[in-house]
């Protein structure tokens, strides 16, 4: 059987797969790299972010400081060698993507603007607007467009890792356009696949954020790490989850509760509405426990006010944040506060990855949001991440290319096979017609996510995570029996919504027994039966390897790398 072949494999066209691609790109010239999107790269879910990408560009500003604030915001489990490595790489990153063309924001003199973020301590989110992702995207698939070794595989879905003699020899993928499952060999692969934010109901993420690759890697027997750590943003539109920018935030908007107050005085004092996002959604959500929030349609608010910034300011910086008030609140944010409350917004776990973006299984990397490089700890300061798809993604091609320049070429009979059974499989599952008398996608997949919400949110509790255990159990029972209606081949999004479900579910298996075997509260894992944080036996990063079949994760905890910064109370 013929199939494709690279040497190095990108699976995802977003930030960190597009810098990863141009990295293998310029390492090795010689090489073939393929990019496997199940969406065109410019739908990826880097195009959304708003706010900014952080590096110490100003004189004020130093690597320690942003070490530090990285470190203190991960509520000291971030590793810091990591951390450090990532602080020094960072303005490079970002004056390179200058070089390429993105179109930062700029003071009057010319240089490229900051932005005050939460959790920092000094202005260091550069920006665009707040249209960041959309021109930093845009500016890397322009530049990934120069080299003629970079080919597309746009609209194709990977549905499993392919491994071969205890090494990655390439991935099973759907070309949506045709319904076929091809195999694609490679030398190396690289996991960028972003977030899993849809496992929620209530999520900033978009739809196509369903933790794909990290299921592929823990499917394939790598270990996940920190699943536990999920971020919540304490400012999401009520009704659609859509994100309001941090920014806001950051350009001076205060967030008031039903009696008129800053009430994050008795949270954050010394930060107020620039604390970081864990501390902010607790506060929220206390605080609407109190009574003290507006009521709405869609449970409780807060009002985020920006009206004495004024209309000018508005319009420069905030731009976007006035278009979505009027399209999906209806209001003028110049005129009127904006209704927000905690929204899931970032996964800080994922893939367990070394720093040049290695796993365990030889041949597979992983970078951006889909891997846990050791960067965001137990909560990830906003802005950090698009800087850190550049480093850590750049990181992965380079070491991908480097592996893959010595490494064999897989052989075509293994890989056929293996994708013979996958496409078993699939047939198997989802193109049964029983009748219409099976689970519906929906019913499972809104389930989870609602359940998600109620168990495993801002605040955690030993019963709730038990229920949840043992919904996904039983969820995962019910997907056995799901029936889909579109038996057809072309585009046949029912189908990739159900390999979705499918993934997703395994996740939050993980998720949900990670987060009962922490008994601590640490960064954005707040238990309510466990509300301090417990450094003699959770300083430490969660590592979950999946079980035998029906079985529970395997959770262990792997001791944190701590080189200069000693863990301190974490109080702002
Ligand atoms: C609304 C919003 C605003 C944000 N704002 C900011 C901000 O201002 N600053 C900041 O630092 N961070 C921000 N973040 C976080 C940041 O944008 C993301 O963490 C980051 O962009 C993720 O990039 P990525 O390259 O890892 O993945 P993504 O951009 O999500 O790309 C994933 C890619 O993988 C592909 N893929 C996935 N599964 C498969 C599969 N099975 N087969 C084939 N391809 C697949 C997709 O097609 C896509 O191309 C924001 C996030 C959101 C949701």
Same mark, same amino acid.
């Given at each position: 059987m013929d199939f494709p072949s690279f040497d190095v494999l990108v699976i995802g066209g977003g930030a960190a797969g597009l810098r990863a691609a141009i990295a293998a790109a310029e390492t090795e010239r010689s090489l073939r790299i393929g990019i496997v999107s199940k969406?065109?790269?410019?739908?990826?879910?880097?195009?959304?972010?708003e706010g900014g990408a952080a590096a110490a560009?100003?004189? *004020?500003? !130093?690597w320690e400081k942003h070490a530090f604030d990285t470190i203190k915001g991960s509520d000291y489990i971030a590793d810091q060698y990591v951390v450090e490595t990532f602080v020094r790489e960072a303005p490079l990153e970002l004056v390179r993507l200058e070089h390429w063309g993105c179109p930062w924001s700029r003071d009057p003199d010319g240089k490229i603007s900051a932005r005050p973020f939460g @959790?920092?301590?000094?202005?260091r989110t550069c920006f665009a607007a707040d249209k960041t992702g959309f021109h930093l995207l845009h500016t890397l698939f322009q530049t990934s467009l120069?080299? *003629?070794?970079i080919a597309r595989l746009d609209e194709c879905f990977v549905t499993s890792l392919l491994v071969e003699d205890g090494r990655c020899v390439g991935v099973s993928a759907m070309n949506q356009r045709t319904g076929a499952i091809h195999p694609i060999g490679a030398k190396s692969v690289i996991l960028t696949?972003? @977030?899993? %934010?849809?496992?929620?109901?209530?999520?900033?993420? @978009?739809?196509?954020?369903?933790g794909d690759g990290m299921a592929l890697a823990y499917r394939a027997g790598v270990p996940l790490k920190d699943m536990e750590m999920v971020q919540f943003h304490p400012? %999401?539109?009520?009704?659609?989850?859509?994100l309001i920018t941090e920014a806001v935030r950051g350009e001076g908007g205060y967030l008031i509760n039903n009696k008129g107050e800053r009430f994050l005085k008795d949270y954050v004092?010394?930060?107020? *509405?620039?604390?970081p996002r864990d501390i902010i959604s607790r506060a929220e959500v206390t605080e609407f426990e109190k009574g003290n929030g507006f009521k709405g349609e869609h449970g409780d608010y807060m009002h985020l006010d920006?009206?004495?910034?004024?209309e000018e300011t508005i319009d420069l910086k905030l731009p976007f944040m006035r278009e979505l008030g009027l399209d999906?609140?209806?209001?003028?944010i110049v005129r009127d506060p904006i209704p927000v409350r905690p929204v899931e917004h970032y996964?800080?776990? %994922?893939v367990d990855v070394d720093i040049y973006g290695? !796993?365990?299984?030889?041949g597979l990397y992983a970078a951006g *949001?889909?891997?846990?490089? %050791?960067?965001?700890?137990?909560n990830r300061l906003g802005s950090n991440s698009l800087t850190e798809c550049l480093v850590f993604g750049a990181a992965a091609g380079r070491a991908a290319a480097h592996h893959s320049s010595q490494a064999k070429a897989p052989t075509a009979n293994p890989i056929a096979a293996l994708v013979e059974d996958e496409t078993r499989r699939i047939e198997k599952t989802y193109?049964?017609?029983?009748?219409?008398k099976g689970e519906r996608l929906a019913d499972v997949r809104e389930e989870l996510q609602r359940s998600m919400d109620l168990n495993v949110g801002v605040f955690r509790t030993a019963e709730g995570l038990a229920e949840q255990e043992a919904t996904v159990h039983e969820l995962r029972q019910r997907y056995k029996k799901v029936q889909l209606d579109d038996h057809s081949k072309v585009f046949n999004t029912e189908l990739t919504a159900a390999l979705e479900l499918d993934f997703m579910l395994e996740l939050a298996e993980v998720m949900t027994h990670c987060a009962a075997a922490r008994k601590e509260s640490r960064g954005a894992h707040a238990r309510r039966d466990f509300p301090d944080r417990d450094d003699e036996k959770f300083l430490a990063n969660t590592i979950a390897t999946r079980g035998a079949p029906g079985q529970p994760p395997k959770i262990e905890y792997r001791p944190v790398r701590i080189t200069d910064w000693q863990p301190a109370v974490r109080s702002y």
């Open positions: 969406v065109y790269p410019m739908r990826s879910h880097t195009v959304s972010a560009l100003r004189p *004020e500003d !130093s @959790g920092m301590s000094v202005w120069k080299y *003629e070794k696949t972003g @977030g899993n %934010g849809r496992i929620y109901a209530f999520t900033t993420n @978009g739809n196509i954020c369903t400012t %999401g539109l009520p009704a659609t989850g859509i004092p010394s930060k107020m *509405e620039l604390g920006v009206r004495h910034l004024g999906y609140v209806g209001i003028d996964m800080m776990g %994922g290695a !796993s365990e299984l030889s *949001e889909c891997a846990n490089v %050791g960067l965001n700890g137990a193109m049964a017609d029983n009748g219409g």
